[in-house]
């Protein structure tokens, strides 16, 4: 089944932008106008809410995050359409469901390797160089995607009986940008509201990848337990409730 | 030889929730669970041997898909056992993972690889399978500008060149033209050669008596008969009461021109006209009725017996008969009036001119055209009662005594 899927999510990743007219540069162009647009308002309509210390220019301190983020949240919002778009192939083949979901998540998680490379770039011309503590994000990106995986599993499959799930992600997904969060320092939230981001699993993936990029710091070994255990968990619960609703989801659609 | 396919007391029922919040309490362990249950297929037992052709006959609604889906892995079962020996490749599937925008070839890789095929299989293939598809300069273009019959035939060439342990074939078999069909039957009778074995779902009797060894009948999602095909359609036929469902829809197509001329040096066929008892060109004629060929034909060289044939075969492909009649040299035209009492359908015909040897009663061929186009025989079987059952009615006599 590994096989299939990477088979099938590579040609369909090679098809994806067969009809658009400037194909692949979405991947780029779809998180730099993101980019843009924050750091133009934070950094120059808002500038003194937002103040970064050591020294970081805003931009960069927002790339890091933004740009990781734009591809998990993709993934997650393809992800829960997984089963219900691919209807027509799910009444066809005997094909198991989570391979769908997979596939689905594996695809957007590619663009991810061009995003990283965005990302080295842009630090580099802002004069952060390559280091070879940036291989501690390694874990943080896988189990990044492990949590989208599970994630995008549990939803899709709950998203067949109740399609209100697919309307609704999106937005969640935006309040969740703004929770973890993405746009600001964690550090100018005031303290009465700081335990609603220590108790965001999502706040330790991107603080780790910020810290270890932006400030060269080593990755909290708490950190790292919270990121294993937490995407695993996610994992485990997308991926039981997958198999077990397989029968009546193949039984309803 | 052994069984491809053997499914012991299969049982499927689908649960019927009252609402979906209760769906999804059912998910969580150890919840007690509300909900009705709709049985649709109990105790199915039956067997396919390697090789065999096995239909499966029953109105709509009496489980046929079920079942069907269930081998495929489509659904899952909910009692009893099966065991399926071997790949399955099913005609449900056809023309999954098609995507407009890619050219016939690439589709046929790309969906090879969404329904999990054998790719250096099909590469080994697609010679083969773009001459059977005849699809010329198109297999190349994007599949959008197809038509929905060349669409079909891209989608059934590739699937009749997979190489499965049992092929299920359901009514998507009676698309495309008289021609693909034959075509289609050919290599499907090729395949049962090479041991494939066939799972057929259909309302046409004809075809089931014709192409199965043994037949399964179910009614009301229970198996009421598996065996003897003739068994099994008596079964099905003595419920039904109705035969067939060739519900033939009159067009009046005419029959002008059906003939390019063709000369050769030694014979010519010069026009082929074909008229209905009223002298009017059609190719439709009505079940009993008959239809005059009037051949125009030129014999340059000496011939010791030449003969015109016309050649009738029915969507199956299967010869229905050849009428023959031996042409003078000195005349121009040959009338042959043919009394169609044959099953309602479509036939396509081939008109040849041969000549046969005395001495050793070999046939010559000397000019052949093939498929030059179909004659529909028509027949309202609906609503009126058919004078005869089967491919042919034959010319009989009764008396009493």
């Keep these: 089944m590994l096989k299939y899927i990477l088979k099938n999510t590579f040609s369909d990743y090679v098809n994806s932008y067969k009809s658009s007219f400037l194909s692949y540069s979405w991947v780029i162009i779809h998180p730099l106008l993101l980019l843009v647009i924050y750091s133009f308002v934070f950094s120059t309509i808002l500038q003194p809410r937002v103040d970064p210390n050591n020294g970081i220019s805003y931009t960069i301190y927002l790339s890091v995050a933004i740009l990781p983020w734009i591809v998990f949240s993709n993934a997650i919002l393809q992800g829960t359409l997984s089963i219900s778009s691919n209807i027509y192939l799910i009444k066809k083949l005997n094909i198991p469901l989570y391979v769908y979901a997979t596939k689905e998540v594996l695809e957007q998680f590619l663009n991810m390797f061009v995003v990283l490379l965005l990302l080295i770039g842009f630090l580099h011309l802002n004069g952060i160089s390559f280091s070879v503590k940036w291989l501690l994000v390694v874990v943080p990106f896988i189990c990044l995607f492990f949590f989208a995986l599970g994630i995008s599993m549990f939803l899709s499959s709950i998203n067949i009986f109740f399609r209100d799930i697919e309307k609704a992600i999106g937005i969640l997904l935006q309040m969740m940008m703004w929770v973890v969060p993405i746009v600001y320092p964690w550090d100018i939230v005031p303290k009465d509201f700081q335990w609603v981001i220590f108790y965001n699993p999502l706040f330790y993936f991107f603080n780790s990848i910020r810290e270890v990029l932006i400030f060269n710091h080593w990755i909290n070994m708490k950190y790292y337990f919270v990121l294993v255990v937490s995407s695993f968990l996610m994992f485990a619960i997308g991926l039981y409730t997958i198999t077990k609703l397989e029968s009546d989801i193949r039984d309803s659609i | 030889m052994g069984n491809v396919i053997a499914v012991k007391n299969l049982t499927k029922s689908f649960k019927l929730f009252h609402s979906n919040k209760d769906r999804l309490l059912n998910i969580i362990p150890f919840v007690n669970k509300k909900f009705d249950m709709h049985t649709s297929l109990v105790g199915i037992s039956f067997e396919v041997k390697k090789g065999e052709f096995v239909s499966i006959i029953g109105k709509n609604g009496s489980g046929k898909s079920t079942l069907l889906k269930i081998l495929c892995g489509v659904l899952q079962k909910t009692g009893g056992e099966y065991i399926v020996n071997?790949?399955?490749?099913?005609?449900?599937?056809?023309?999954?993972?098609?995507?407009?925008?890619?050219?016939?070839?690439?589709?046929?890789?790309?969906?090879?690889?969404?329904?999990?095929?054998?790719?250096?299989?099909?590469?080994?293939?697609?010679?083969?399978?773009?001459?059977?598809?005849?699809?010329?300069?198109?297999?190349?273009?994007?599949?959008?500008?197809?038509?929905?019959?060349?669409?079909?035939?891209?989608?059934?060439?590739?699937?009749?060149?997979?190489?499965?342990?049992?092929?299920?074939?359901?009514?998507?078999?009676?698309?495309?033209?008289?021609?693909?069909?034959?075509?289609?039957?050919?290599?499907?009778?090729?395949?049962?050669?090479?041991?494939?074995?066939?799972?057929?779902?259909?309302?046409?009797?004809?075809?089931?008596?014709?192409?199965?060894?043994?037949?399964?009948?179910?009614?009301?999602?229970?198996?009421?008969?598996?065996?003897?095909?003739?068994?099994?359609?008596?079964?099905?036929?003595?419920?039904?009461?109705?035969?067939?469902?060739?519900?033939?829809?009159?067009?009046?197509?005419?029959?002008?021109?059906?003939?390019?001329?063709?000369?050769?040096?030694?014979?010519?066929?010069?026009?082929?006209?074909?008229?209905?008892?009223?002298?009017?060109?059609?190719?439709?004629?009505?079940?009993?009725?008959?239809?005059?060929?009037?051949?125009?034909?030129?014999?340059?060289?000496?011939?010791?017996?030449?003969?015109?044939?016309?050649?009738?075969?029915?969507?199956?492909?299967?010869?229905?008969?050849?009428?023959?009649?031996?042409?003078?040299?000195?005349?121009?035209?040959?009338?042959?009036?043919?009394?169609?009492?044959?099953?309602?359908?479509?036939?396509?015909?081939?008109?040849?001119?041969?000549?046969?040897?005395?001495?050793?009663?070999?046939?010559?061929?000397?000019?052949?055209?093939?498929?030059?186009?179909?004659?529909?025989?028509?027949?309202?079987?609906?609503?009126?009662?058919?004078?005869?059952?089967?491919?042919?009615?034959?010319?009989?006599?009764?008396?009493?005594?």
Aim: charge should be negative; charged fraction near 25%; aromatic fraction near 10%.
């Design chain 2, 86 to 401: 071997g790949s399955i490749v099913s005609l449900l599937e056809l023309g999954t993972g098609f995507n407009p925008e890619l050219s016939g070839r690439e589709n046929i890789i790309s969906s090879s690889k969404t329904m999990n095929f054998d790719l250096k299989y099909i590469y080994s293939k697609m010679d083969e399978l773009e001459a059977f598809a005849d699809l010329e300069e198109y297999f190349d273009m994007p599949i959008k500008t197809y038509s929905s019959g060349m669409y079909v035939r891209l989608a059934m060439s590739l699937f009749l060149h997979l190489k499965p342990d049992v092929f299920i074939i359901d009514e998507a078999l009676s698309v495309g033209d008289i021609f693909f069909q034959q075509k289609c039957f050919a290599k499907i009778e090729q395949m049962r050669k090479n041991g494939v074995s066939f799972l057929f779902v259909s309302h046409d009797i004809n075809t089931v008596l014709n192409m199965s060894d043994r037949v399964l009948l179910l009614e009301h999602s229970r198996q009421i008969y598996f065996g003897d095909k003739h068994e099994a359609c008596r079964l099905y036929i003595r419920d039904k009461r109705a035969l067939g469902q060739n519900k033939i829809v009159e067009t009046g197509k005419s029959s002008k021109n059906l003939l390019s001329n063709l000369v050769q040096d030694s014979v010519g066929l010069l026009a082929l006209n074909i008229t209905d008892e009223n002298g009017i060109n059609t190719l439709d004629v009505d079940l009993g009725k008959s239809l005059t060929f009037k051949i125009q034909y030129e014999l340059i060289k000496k011939f010791e017996k030449p003969t015109v044939s016309l050649v009738f075969r029915n969507r199956h492909n299967i010869l229905i008969t050849v009428v023959s009649y031996q042409i003078e040299h000195d005349k121009r035209y040959v009338n042959i009036k043919i009394p169609f009492n044959i099953e309602g359908g479509e036939y396509s015909f081939d008109l040849n001119i041969i000549e046969i040897d005395t001495l050793t009663t070999k046939i010559i061929p000397i000019l052949e055209f093939k498929n030059i186009g179909y004659v529909r025989v028509l027949f309202d079987y609906l609503n009126q009662i058919p004078p005869f059952i089967g491919l042919v009615g034959l010319d009989t006599k009764v008396e009493f005594e």
